[in-house]
């Protein structure tokens, strides 16, 4: 039985199965994605890309407790300037 017949992330030539599912990132397809910069002192400390503006404000509002000196900056930008 082949993978769109079962509506499956699952490969069914191995035995037991592989599961091939990318994550989160994997349900998202769109020409923007979502960037979440953390600063500290003014200097770009860490920069983490999301699928969508939900899980980069989670991840944004998280962070914010347990890094309090790091400013964390939103922001959406195009795919394409990622990835070609």
Known sequence: MRNEE????????WQGGVNWSL???SQHVSD?????QALRA???YNRSLFGSKEEAEQFATK????EPDQMFSV???RAS???N
Do not use: H, P, Y
């Not at 923007?32 to 979440?36: D, P, T």
């Open 42 to 44: 003014g200097r770009l």
């Open 23 to 25: 994550g989160l990132g």
């Open 81 to 83: 300037t990622v990835w």
């Open 75 to 77: 922001e959406a930008i």
């Open 32 to 36: 923007v994605i979502w960037q979440c």
């Open 63 to 66: 962070m914010r407790e347990v």
């Open 6 to 13: 079962r509506n499956e992330n699952v490969d069914g030539a």
